[in-house]
Each structure stands twice: as C-alpha cells, then as structure tokens.
C-alpha cells in the first residue's frame, strides 16, 4: 500500500469523527505551543539581560564594603589614589541615602540620593539632556548642587526647565545644575531617571555620612577586568586584614549568572510544559485502542481479502502520527502567535523567537505520535481475522 494512499485513509478516519480529533490533538497542542513561548519568554529575558550589561559596560567592577567601624572603611581619597594603577582607569565612589524627602515649591517626594563625583556619569554610561554634570570643582568646594534624572525633572517641573531652580533635600537646599537623559533601570534594577546625584563631599557632610559603602571601578580594557579585580581583592585583604566585609562584583560574571538563572528557570518550565505533550500521547494510545476496538471487524474483512500484517500496521501508525503531527503544527501557529502578541500583553517582557526550537517541538510531536500509536497499531495487526470477523 502507497504512502498516499495510507495519509488519504488516515484522513478519512479523521474526517469522520472531527470533535474526537480536535479532544485528542488538544494536549500536543497544548505542550508545543507552551514549549514555543516560554522559550521565547526565556531568550528575550537573556537579550534583555545582555542589552542591560552592554548599557553598562562589560569592563566595570563594584567593590561593596559591609564592615562596621573604621577597620573596614575607605575614606574617598584612599578610594582615589588606586585610580591609573593595574589597569584602574576611573573610580566612582558612591554614598547613598534612601528614600530622602526632596522638595520643590508644595510638592514633595520621596527619592535616593547618591553622593558620588564627576566620573560617575561616564560609569553609569548616562547622557546629561540639559546642563552639565558634576565637576571636580563641586567637591573640592562642596558646593550645594544637583544633577536630577528626567523623572525626577518631570515630577517637580513638568515641561519647565529645571536649571538654576532650588531643591530642599532634607533640609538642605540644592541648585540644580543638569538633567539627565532618560534611560531606564539598570542591571541592579535602579534607575538614573530617578535618581539625585550630588557631590560626594557635600553629603557627606550634610547628611553626617562618614564611610563610602562602594564604588564603580572601571578597568582600562575588557582583557583587564580580572587582573584589575585580582589588584582590588589583593589591596581590601591587605587593608583590612581580612577577606570578609567586603565584595567585588564582576559585571561579566554577573551577567553570566544572570543568564543562567534565566536559562534554568525557562528549562524547568519547558520540562513542564513537556509533559503535556506526553499526555498528548497518552491520549493519542487511548483514542487509537477505541479506534482499533470499534474497527475489530473491518480489520478482519481487509485481512481476509490479502491485507498483509504490515499494511494494517502502517495504517494505524500513520493516523496517530498525522493526529499528533496536525496537532503539533496547529500548536506551532498558536506558539509563534502567542510569542509575537506576548510583548503587547505585558510590554516588560521581551520576547525572542527560535526557529529550532519551533522544529524540534514540533518533530517531538511527531515523535510522540509515533511512540505512543505504535501499540494500539501493533495490537490491531496481530488481530486474527476469524476472531476480527466474529466480534460484534
């Protein structure tokens, strides 16, 4: 018996009972559609990941001290004269307040404020919209002024423009001096649009904050990154006579985690969304035994007439195959139309299609067909076809 002719009896069968098929189809399509998707969902995250990083730089390093008392702090000049050795090329020290009441006119908001000096804006690789951006000049004076994020912009001046304006940051009053563009959350899911940036020094002493909690370290080269961080292990160790109260995150190796969280995760969903697909096939046996059951006679009249054990074989093999194939291509379409409408339904997520995967789903769904219509076929070939003829 030709191929063809099997595919055109197999989609008779289908024909004539159309809600069985679509019930039976429903768990392969169900799985090749997840498998698509959340593979999708699990790549664009990695993309977005890696955008995030490239925003940032590869070749930064951030050096967190956690210890108390002044055997595990840094003042700002110590953090400093590290800069434009082994490879350093810039250094930001940071100091933090959180959640600090700013003010302007009758509106007041909540904000962090970062003390930091004139190479952060390079670091952080922010632009400046309007005006100019801390200078060496600001610390050495301590001057009283403010570099604000757009949101931060838009709160208090809405359209107007912010420069020269004063803002009260816990008592203390600021002149604004630049705003920044607007650029979004970074890898440590803080943001610059959000951000009031003020000269280290000027904090330090308004707000009665002695240490420096960490720094942005930025190596000359990407090569340069490791030797650099090896330097800054080597220098904390030394001086504080310990490897605890401090750390020193790699931003190559942060990304690196990052992904392979993200990688693990979409993994563990996609084995989940795997097991529908063997259902699937659960459900391709059940139907192909009823199948068999209910067509005991017919197979006894076509193996009384010649029908080889093979051509009854191959004939049931062939309908749950094509059962579980239409599935898997139906669920394929439905896969790669919920991937592409995903960044619409939740427009923080990105999306990132894969066309092998698409194919091993929906090879798999065949596969499945195959493995699971291989006994209900093999059960209806080994029928007798003088017990086939007597059932009833």
């Known amino acids: 018996m030709r191929a063809w002719e099997l595919i055109q009896m197999a989609l008779a069968t289908i024909r004539a009972n159309p809600l069985r098929t679509v019930l039976t189809m429903l768990g392969v399509i169900i799985g090749v559609s997840s498998v698509i998707t959340l593979v999708a969902i699990g790549q664009g995250t990695s993309k977005a990941i890696e955008k995030q990083y490239e925003g940032l730089g590869t070749n930064l390093l951030t050096v967190n001290l956690m210890g108390n008392g002044r055997a595990t702090q840094l003042n700002y000049d110590e953090f400093m004269q590290l800069e434009g050795t082994a490879g350093i090329q810039s250094i930001a020290p940071t100091m933090s307040k959180n959640s600090a009441n700013v003010k302007y006119d009758r509106d007041e908001e ?51 423009d912010p420069l020269d304006e004063e803002l009260n940051v816990n008592g203390y009053m600021y002149t604004v001096i630049g705003v920044l563009k607007s650029k979004g959350s970074n890898t440590s899911g803080t943001s610059l649009d959000s951000a009031v940036l003020v000269p280290l020094p000027t904090m330090s002493r308004d707000f009665k904050l002695g240490s420096i909690r960490s720094a942005y370290v930025e190596a000359a080269s990407g090569e340069q990154v490791s030797r650099v961080q090896t330097v800054l292990e080597a220098y904390l160790t030394n001086k504080f006579k310990s490897t605890s109260g401090w750390n020193i995150f790699n931003s190559s190796e942060l990304i690196s985690t990052r992904q392979s969280a993200s990688s693990s995760l979409t993994n563990q969903l ?73 960044p619409y339904i939740n427009p923080s997520q990105e999306t990132s299609l894969s066309i092998s995967v698409g194919l091993y789903a929906f090879l798999f769904s065949a596969l499945v067909g195959v493995i699971f219509g291989l006994y209900p076929a093999n059960k209806a070939s080994k029928l007798k076809p003088i017990d086939a003829l007597r059932f009833d």
Do not use: C, P
């Open 110 to 160: 909540t904000y962090n404020v970062t003390g930091t000096n004139d190479r952060y804006l390079e670091l952080q690789k922010g632009e400046m919209a309007s005006g100019r951006f801390l200078a060496q000049a600001d610390l050495d004076f301590r001057n009283h002024v403010a570099v604000i994020g757009s949101d931060v912009a838009k709160q208090f001046f809405g359209t107007e």
């Open 270 to 342: 996609v084995a989940v969304a795997a097991i529908s697909l063997v259902v699937g096939g659960i459900g391709i046996m059940n139907i192909m035994l009823v199948t068999v059951s209910e067509r005991t006679r017919e197979i006894g009249i076509r193996k009384s007439i010649g029908a080889k054990r093979r051509n009854i074989l191959l004939q049931f093999l062939v309908e749950a195959t094509l059962i579980s194939g239409m599935g898997g291509l139906i669920g394929l379409l439905a896969g790669v139309g919920l991937a592409l409408a995903w």
